[in-house]
Structure formats: C-alpha cells, structure tokens
C-alpha cells in the first residue's frame, strides 16, 4: 500500500519558489507520482507527472531522488492565484484493487 | 471539449429520500470513481469502476450505490441519505486507473441531507 505523507499547511509570499515534498516510503515499482491542485469548491485538476529524475511543465517542476522514497514539487515565483490543496498520488494497485488514494494534501497560502 | 460534468451541483433533501447525482464524461475513458470530500479528511474514493459492468468498492462505499450501464455514465445514488452524507461529491474518470493516467474530475456536487 503506497501512502503518502505531505505536510498540512505551508504559508508563502507573492513571487517566492514553494516546495512541498511527499513522502512515500513503500512505492511500487510500476508507480508513477502525481501531482492535483484544488481550488476551492473546484475538482482537482492535474499538474504534473513523473516516474524518476526530473520533470518540468509550464506550470511547475517535479523532482524525485533515486530511491524515489519522496518527491518534491517546486512552485516558481508564486501567486495570489496559486492559493489551493496540492496532492501528492501514488497508486494502489495491489490484490485489492485498482483504487487510487489521495492523501490529505498540502494547503499552500500565498500572501501578498 | 474534453470533460466530466455532474448534476445536480448543489442539492438539499431530507433524511431517507432517495436521491441520484449522475456523472457522464465524454473522453470514452474506461475507468470512473467517485469520491467524497470532508474538511480536514481530504478525497476519499466511495466506489470506481473499471469498465461497464465492473465496478467495485473504495474506502468509503458504506450508503452508496453505484452503476456502469454504458461507459460515459456513473451514477452515485444513496438509497436512504442519512445527515452524515452531507459532503462534496467529485466524480473523476481516466483511461485506466494507473497513476500514468491523468484524472479529469467533474465540478463536484454540494449535497445537503438535513
């Protein structure tokens, strides 16, 4: 069962780089890590995606060490408007299974 | 344009009323959940469904009803809505249920049980 650990708040200020690092100790092999941002009253929407190394999209940046026991999403130079829940998603698809499990998510406040 | 649209978006009813909030997407993706959101309790998956005809139990199915009749709809129905359902509703669908894929979810549903 690969769950994720992320912290519950994080408090920032306009233009400065966010990180929130995920921690998921038992990952599978075949698992990708995944990344949801929450607006308020808002479905989650994806971010970003990466199985290894680092990714890097218009909108963020993903970076995952080689034991791949964490993960760590980089926000560049933030905004009022970047104010939401990140979630970190690791898939369970063991014997049980095909169920996805959101953690509790990160509640990221940017400050003007 | 490529999306997951649920309805109602906001409903209040009353204790034992049957209800249904219907979810349909229009990407042909083959797998569909729905989840529940409570404060301080995150995204929860009530049921999912790999396929028509194939669907099965998240962490928290205990009120919930599901069905996959045809591929783009998904229905949540709550045979006897009880106060403690009182929650926001998200449907989701994706190709598959690996985390490769990416979700699209639906604008949630606001549901009320007094």
């Known amino acids: 069962l690969a769950k994720t650990t992320q912290p519950i708040s994080m408090d920032s200020y306009e233009g400065q780089e966010v990180n929130i690092t995920c921690s998921h100790n038992n990952i599978a092999t075949n698992d990708y890590i995944t990344w949801y941002q929450q607006f308020p009253s808002q479905g989650p929407r994806f971010i970003i995606q990466g199985y290894k190394t680092k990714v890097t999209n218009e909108v963020a940046s993903l970076f995952i060490p080689a034991d791949r026991k964490s993960s760590t999403l980089s926000l560049p130079r933030v905004s009022l408007s970047d104010t939401a829940v990140y979630y970190c998603l690791v898939g369970d698809t063991g014997a049980a299974g095909n169920k996805l499990t959101f953690g509790g998510g990160t509640r990221v406040l940017v400050k003007p | 344009e490529a999306q997951v649209t649920q309805n109602p978006r906001y409903l209040i009813t009353v204790t034992g009323k049957k209800l249904t909030v219907t979810c349909s997407q229009n990407m042909n993706h083959e797998y569909m959940s729905w989840y529940r959101q409570d404060p301080g309790l995150g995204l929860r998956q009530i049921y999912y469904?790999?396929?028509?005809?194939?669907?099965d139990k998240g962490d928290v199915p205990e009120g919930y009803k599901v069905s996959r009749k045809e591929k783009r709809n998904f229905p949540l129905i709550l045979e006897s809505p009880s106060p403690n359902q009182t929650s926001l509703y998200f449907c989701?669908?994706?190709?598959?249920?690996?985390?490769?894929?990416?979700?699209?979810f639906g604008p949630g549903t606001r549901l009320t049980v007094l």
């Open positions: 989701a669908s994706s190709w598959t249920s690996a985390t490769s894929e990416k979700q699209y």
């Open positions: 469904s790999m396929n028509v005809e194939v669907t």
